[in-house]
């Protein structure tokens, strides 16, 4: 089992930027991939994007793409998550999530999940 610690949550104004974080510990086989979910008020998890270790394969939800940025440090086993342009349809708790398998943005094949991190985005 691998513990997920997300920081770096907070409250921006719309087009500014936030960079998320996630540590990972425990078995390292078991944090292969590495990948943001995020969950808004009222509405279901959706997957943001995800890598794979050595950063390759990654994957974007479409909203994400081109304004959100995965990378990891394979050395530390942190995951990052660089948002710019935020919107105010962003804001969400942004959930880290873990699993041996490249499984993208298939929540369902995460082993494990950290508590989340608070995104506020004001317009």
């Known amino acids: 089992q691998v513990s997920l610690v997300e920081s770096g949550g907070g409250s921006v104004q719309a087009g500014g930027s936030l960079r998320l974080s996630c540590a990972a510990s425990?078995?390292?086989?078991?944090?292969?991939?590495l990948g943001w979910f995020r969950q808004a008020p009222g509405k279901e998890r959706e997957g943001v994007a995800a890598a794979y270790v050595g950063g390759a394969p990654k994957w974007y939800a479409d909203f994400a793409r081109g304004r959100f940025n995965i990378s990891r440090d394979d050395a530390t086993r942190t995951v990052f998550l660089e948002m710019n342009d935020l919107k105010s349809e962003d804001t969400a708790i942004y959930y880290c999530a873990a699993g041996p398998r490249w499984v993208g943005p298939n929540a369902a094949e995460y082993n494990d999940w950290g508590q989340g991190t608070q995104v506020t985005v004001s317009s």
């Open positions: 425990g078995p390292k086989y078991f944090s292969n991939c």
